[in-house]
């Protein structure tokens, strides 16, 4: 029996297998409407029976995107557009998943593929503009970003109830777990950590303060949705800087939320100065991070955090084999594997692992459509006993 194949249930919901889709943005969206881009694209992991899909980090409101072009839901016409994708994830068994988020002092910014520096004049030819961006305090991200405006606490309690209006839009489009990115230096994180957050406020100071936001973010939400429905929260579980957010504070930060209706800490890292060629201190210093990005890097967060606490996690970055991810549900290092990368590069990957992992012998997991010409290649000399 495979662990990765094998079901778990979170509150209402019983995921198919323990594998999930990571959230990954697309940057190709007009309003914040997803199109046949995002159907084409999570639609294809639903016929790879991935367990969980989840869509890409949804800005709560305009100013929260990323890019001009990532998704938002904050109105019907968008709920509306998530339900043809979220149908068609339901009917191929999988579980269909949204990440709330808000990009906070990182928002406004080209597409990756553009350099991901701030929107300027060539884009205000095209007509694009850019936004003031928001975030604790008035640091910019690293030379050559905006400098954000420091959110007041009336400002606060309009992106609690941003976060909520977006959860219950999300309730609506059929979304059946949902997850708060705090993640990656967005406008979450970069309330808890101490690098981005200099306020004196309540929504400043030590991990208590810096935590409330996430918090009261997180209790409005609960109240809003149905108790079945899972809600996970992906986090940086460290900062990998001098003086930033460190493991012990996120072993701290996922017992305080296991309490207030957190299910799951999805355990991401880094992301709090951009990435390191941006990022530069007033004085020319490179806020570098040092975390070393090699094989399942962050598995030990998600296994330092599931065993200082009650909570379950998922473990994610650069999980690429199937024994690997197997070994770390087996090890108990997570309940969860969420992979993003290797998936693009190989979308039937789930289907394969299943194969490898013998959980699969009958070609069962396979769409009808495909089964049928699948096993039947199977049976071809060349193909027999290659997994
Ligand atoms: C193209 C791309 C888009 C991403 N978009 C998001 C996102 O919307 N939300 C998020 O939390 N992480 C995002 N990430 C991070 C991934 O979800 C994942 O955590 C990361 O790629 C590490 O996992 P991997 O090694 O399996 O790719 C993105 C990564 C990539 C490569």
Redesign the pocket.
């Known amino acids: 029996m495979s662990k990765l194949f094998s079901k778990l249930k979170i509150r209402g919901v019983e995921f198919p297998n323990r594998l999930v889709l990571?959230?990954?943005?697309?940057y190709s969206a007009k309003g914040g409407i997803p199109n046949e881009w995002h159907f084409s694209h999570l639609s294809t992991f639903a016929r790879a029976r991935i367990g969980c899909i989840?869509a890409?980090?949804?800005a709560v409101r305009e100013d929260g995107k990323?890019t001009p072009y990532?998704l938002g839901l904050w109105n019907d016409e968008q709920k509306n557009a998530f339900k043809q994708i979220v149908n068609f994830i339901k009917k191929m068994g999988s579980i269909p998943a949204f990440?709330l988020?808000h990009a906070g002092r990182k928002a406004s910014v080209k597409e990756?593929w553009k350099g991901g520096l701030p929107l300027d004049k060539d884009d205000e030819k095209d007509g694009i503009l850019p936004w003031d961006t928001v975030a604790p305090s008035a640091i910019p991200l690293a030379n050559g970003f905006r400098t954000p405006r420091a959110l007041e606490n009336k400002d606060i309690d309009n992106i609690i109830q941003a976060y909520v209006k977006s959860a219950k839009l999300a309730i609506e489009a059929g979304f059946e777990v949902l997850?708060i990115?705090a993640?990656?230096g967005y406008l979450i994180h970069s309330f808890l950590s101490p690098i981005s957050n200099k306020r004196n406020d309540e929504y400043g100071g030590n991990l208590e303060g810096r935590a409330k936001i996430l918090k009261d973010i997180t209790v409005a939400i609960r109240n809003n949705i149905p108790d079945t429905t899972p809600l996970f929260c992906?986090i940086s579980a460290v900062d990998g800087i001098e003086n930033g957010w460190e493991i012990e504070d996120s072993i701290l930060l996922a017992n305080m939320l296991s309490e207030i209706g957190i299910d799951v800490i999805?355990c991401?890292s880094g992301g709090i100065s951009g990435r390191p060629r941006f990022a530069a201190n007033d004085d020319g210093s490179v806020l570098k991070s040092i975390i070393d990005?090699g094989l399942g890097f962050?598995v030990p967060y998600a296994e330092e955090i599931k065993r200082n606490s009650n909570i379950k996690t998922m473990a994610?970055?650069?999980?690429?084999e199937p024994e690997q991810a197997e070994n770390i549900l087996l090890e108990g290092q997570a309940d969860l594997i969420?992979?993003?990368?290797?998936?693009?590069y190989n979308p039937f990957w789930s289907l394969h692992a299943a194969q490898k992992l013998g959980a699969d012998p009958e070609y069962s997991l396979w769409p009808d459509q495909y089964r049928w010409g699948v096993s039947r290649r199977s049976k071809i000399e060349k193909f027999k006993n290659v997994k």
């Open positions: 990571s959230p990954l943005c697309m989840f890409e980090a949804t990323i990532c990440q988020a990756p997850e990115h993640a990656h992906r999805d991401s990005r962050q994610v970055g650069v999980i690429v969420a992979m993003g990368r290797e998936l693009m």
